[in-house]
């Protein structure tokens, strides 16, 4: 595998970072309310551990000598930023999914990379853990 198809899985992999959804619900006015402070701070939490992820992807890119690519949130969230947190929090889970299935996908592709697939590999642990911080909230008893 040569460094531009790297550079490629790697802006992938920070594409997956850095639209999320849960970086998109920080970025808008979600709608919360008196009970939501669980929920509020594990979405800091997942959108901060993105972003420190995110800033190494960055560094791994530009020390291969390449260029970040843009990406933009899907349009299928903009139907979604005004509705209460409690409601969101399964289509958290439903998208967390989809991202640990992009991200293991990026991970096996750079099977021939070994430092940008154990970033990766990284990346998917810690997702699996933000899935599993999400599915507890669900499991509590509403407030």
């Not at 991200?103 to 970033?119: F, G, K, V």
Request: aromatic share 4%; net charge negative.
């Amino acid at each position: 595998m040569n460094d531009r198809q790297v550079i490629e899985l790697l802006n992938r992999l920070l594409a997956i970072h850095t639209t999320s959804f849960p970086t998109y619900l920080v970025c808008t006015a979600t709608w919360t309310h008196r009970g939501d402070e669980a929920t509020s701070l594990a979405l800091s939490q997942i959108v901060a551990d993105e972003q420190n992820t995110a800033d190494r992807i960055i560094q791994m890119i530009t020390d291969l000598g390449g260029s970040v690519a843009s990406s933009s949130y899907p349009m299928l969230f903009t139907d979604l930023h005004d509705l209460a947190l409690e409601f969101l929090l399964q289509r958290l889970v439903d998208y967390r999914q989809q991202d640990i299935a992009s991200i293991e996908s990026c991970a096996a592709d750079l099977a021939d990379a070994p430092l940008s697939r154990a970033l990766a590999e990284e990346a998917l642990g810690a997702a699996k853990g933000h899935l599993e911080s999400l599915e507890e909230l669900i499991k509590q008893p509403s407030s």
